[in-house]
Structure formats: structure tokens, C-alpha cells
């Protein structure tokens, strides 16, 4: 083997630092013959050593500019973490004149059009296989796997956290709450899990995907976000009893107006194979023109399926192959994102009210007059909820497809009855077909 090794720096010693070495250490015959070349780490560079951690034979350092100075190095693999230190690290280290990988879904979501930029304009390449998914390969599958299809809508469930905790819900009986500290105690969840329940880390995901399928621009800050806080057990056995399931999804679709980008709960029938990808595993489903549906299951997160996904990369630029991602011709503003009150859904709806006569039918009038029809419904013969003042029951109804706006109108009038007694729960439903 003739070629010079490729010199790296991995900067950051966390989780998946630390599962990058392990990885490049186990798997170095093979890394090394599929590579066509040795891949030498140099430097690591992190805030704090971590003697118990096999560097294999690298310098170690605490700081970040010695890495970017260093003519040695050839790619920086950035798994810091965070945003602005990171996001400096990643421009400086392009600037300079070396291959980036990183695993920072926060900053590719928001600035990976300006690093797409940098590195085409100086012949380099910036990975992330790692950032969407962890350990499965679905920038990969859209940058390799499926470029010669158009593809028409990707999904997923595509964060493990909030899996986690609607699997624990729905399998357990636990709330909301209760699933949530599990997973705290498990280390499914960060401290702070708003990130990952406020679904900021799955619109993350899904800008970046969204980017690649469809050649736009990384427009996070348009994705359409909902949470999993507001959803409660209720809910998921409503759902249960009509033939769903709840599950926390990314989705993004081309459609002729434009392109939807939206995070939400949604209804998914029981036998949509996204139904059952249950606990912190993540699933993304791709259909597309010529292969029509593709679906790419496995872990989402943790330190060597992440690492398997930052190697790949590395093997990508030691080799030559690794894709020099196209920068989107329309451009970050002028590919047309549909506003989430122009999509249309099927709708679940709980209204809380009264336990009267005619309640049900004066909701069912206000949809009617707005064209929406009734799938489904279930009715309580008898209060389920006694608060302070009064008892209440829920009434379940799942609508045929609408448009948002008709149904937030719709949904404004049934709020104002007065035997609504508080705010409607609204779901929407997606089947995939
Ligand atoms: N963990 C996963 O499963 C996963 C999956 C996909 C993507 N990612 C992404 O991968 C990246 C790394 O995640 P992680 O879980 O490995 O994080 P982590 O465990 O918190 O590790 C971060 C590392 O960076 C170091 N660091 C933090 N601030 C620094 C600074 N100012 N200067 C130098 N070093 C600094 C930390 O040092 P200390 O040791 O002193 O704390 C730590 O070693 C993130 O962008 C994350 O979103 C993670």
C-alpha cells in the first residue's frame, strides 16, 4: 500500500469521540483495506484527558487552533458539540484546507449551506453521515443509494428519546412524566430534554434530510414543530382503539405547491411499518419515483453506532469517494415551503366536554359546516374526568383529510361552546400510501 495515510484530528472525547477510537481501533485491518490507505489520528483535542482512553499513539491537546494550524492534518472530525464553538471550529477548519466530519445535526441545520459552499469551493469534503440517525446510513441512501430517483416524500422517526418515551406510554401505561424520568435514568434523555421532546432535534434531522432529497436549502428555522409534552396515555388508547398508533415523526414531502416540513405526533395505522419501531430505535422511510418505498431501521444514537457512521465518512475521503455534496440552485430562499396551515390531513380530535345531551351533535354540526367529514368517533356514556367544577367526558372524532386552516377555524367554533371546557387536542394522521 503505496498512499500516504490519511491524517486526521477528532476533536471531542465524549460519547462519540471515544466511539470513533474504539471503532478505528477494532476495525483498523479492515478500515485500513477498505480505505486503500492507513487513517492516522494525530491529534485529539477536548477540554478534559481522559487517561483511561486509548488514543492510539495521537498527540492530545486542549486546544482547538493547534488543530486547525496543524499542516499534518488532513480532516477534522468535529464532535464537540454544541453551536458557536463548534461552528467555528467547522468554518476555520474549511478555511484551512481540510476535510470536515461532523455529527452536530444543531449546526448543519442552520449553517450546512454555508459549509456545503466553503468546501465545494475549495474541492473538499464535508461529512455527515453521522448527524441524522446515528448508525444508519440514510445520507448515504440519499446521496448514493437513491440519486437517480425523485423522491417524493421522506419520514421518520428519528428521535429515540421521544420514541422511548411514547413506547414506554403506550406499553406501560406510564404518563408523560413518569416515562420521561425513566428515560432520564436510563440516559435516554439529557438533563434538559426539551431539545428532544420540543422536537428541535428531530426538525434538525429532518432540514438536513429534506436538503438532500429535495435540493433546497437547510430551512430549520421553517419547519413546522410540534412536541410530544401535551400528548397523555388517553390519547395514545383512543388512538389504539380506532387502529393506531402515535409516534413522533419527521416529515417531508414534495407535493405541487411546494415542499412540506413539519415535526408533529401523528396517528399512524397499526400495520404502517413505522407503527412498530418501538423503544430509542429510529426508522426512516423513503418513497420515491423508481424504487418506490425504501425503509432504513436501527440506532439512532450512542457512541459506535454513531462512530460507524462518522468512519464511513472518513473511509469516503481516504478513498477519493465520498460525495462533494451539489449546493441547491434555487437557493436557500426561493424553493416554496408550504405554510402548515395550507396541508392537508386527516385529523384526530379530543374535545373535553360537559357530559350533556346534543354536545356531540352540535360538534358534529360545526364540522359539517366546514365540509369535514367524520371517519370515526368515540363517545363516553359516562364522565371519565371530574375536575373542580364539573365532570367532563371526551369525544373522540377522527375526520377524513382537511385542509389545516378549515379545520382551525372549525376548531376555533368548537372551542367557543360553552360545553367545551377546555383547549380540543388535535393529531393529525398520516397513512403513507
Ligand atoms: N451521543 C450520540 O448518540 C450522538 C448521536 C448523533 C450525533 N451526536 C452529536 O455528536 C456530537 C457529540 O456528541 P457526544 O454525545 O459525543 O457529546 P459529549 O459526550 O458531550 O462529548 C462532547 C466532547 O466535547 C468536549 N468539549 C466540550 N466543549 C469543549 C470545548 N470548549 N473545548 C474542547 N472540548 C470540548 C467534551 O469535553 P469534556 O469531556 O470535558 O466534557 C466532550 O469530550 C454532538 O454534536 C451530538 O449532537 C451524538
Known sequence: ?????????????????????????????????????????????????????????????????????????????????????????????????????????????????????????????????????????????????????????????????????????????????????????????????????????????????????????????????????????????????????????????QTHAGVELRVHPTLLPEQQLLASVDGVMNAVMINSDAAGDTLYYGAGAGGEPTASAVVADLIDVARGCAPRWWVPEAGPDDAVLIPVADIECACYLNIPSMDKPGVFARAATILSDHDISIEAVIQKEQAVHVDVEQSWVPIVILTHKVRERVMNEAIAELEALPEVVSPIKRIRVEHFV
Open 1 to 253: 500500500m503505496n498512499k500516504p495515510p490519511l491524517s486526521i484530528a477528532v476533536c471531542g472525547l465524549g460519547t462519540v469521540g471515544r466511539g470513533v477510537l474504539e471503532v478505528l481501533k477494532r476495525n483498523a485491518d479492515i478500515i485500513e483495506q477498505r480505505a486503500g490507505r492507513p487513517i492516522r489520528v494525530v491529534t485529539v483535542a477536548s477540554r478534559t484527558a481522559r487517561p483511561e482512553v486509548d488514543l492510539l499513539g495521537a498527540r492530545f491537546t486542549t486546544d482547538l487552533n493547534s488543530v486547525i494550524d496543524d499542516p499534518d492534518i488532513d480532516l477534522v472530525v468535529e464532535l464537540i458539540g454544541g453551536e458557536t464553538l463548534a461552528d467555528d471550529l467547522v468554518r476555520r477548519s474549511l478555511a484551512a484546507g481540510k476535510h470536515v466530519v461532523t455529527a452536530n445535526k444543531a449546526i448543519i441545520a442552520t449553517h450546512g449551506d454555508q459549509y456545503l459552499e466553503m468546501a465545494a469551493a475549495r474541492d473538499l469534503v464535508f461529512g455527515f453521515e453521522s448527524a441524522v440517525a446515528g448508525g444508519i446510513p440514510v445520507i448515504g441512501a440519499l446521496s448514493r443509494g437513491l440519486s437517480a430517483n425523485r423522491i417524493n416524500w421522506v419520514t421518520g422517526i428519528i428521535n429515540g428519546t421521544s420514541n422511548y418515551i411514547l413506547t414506554a406510554m403506550a406499553q406501560s401505561g406510564q404518563d408523560f412524566a413518569t416515562a420521561l424520568a425513566d428515560a432520564q435514568a436510563l440516559g435516554y434523555a439529557e438533563a434538559d430534554p426539551s431539545f428532544d421532546v420540543g422536537g428541535i432535534d428531530a426538525a434538525h434531522k429532518l432540514t438536513i434530510l429534506a436538503c438532500l432529497a429535495f435540493g433546497i436549502g437547510m430551512r430549520f428555522e421553517e419547519v413546522y414543530t410540534e412536541g410530544i409534552e401535551t400528548l397523555t396515555i388517553d390519547d395514545i388508547e383512543y388512538a389504539r382503539q380506532l387502529g393506531y398508533r402515535i409516534k413522533h415523526l419527521g416529515i417531508a414531502r
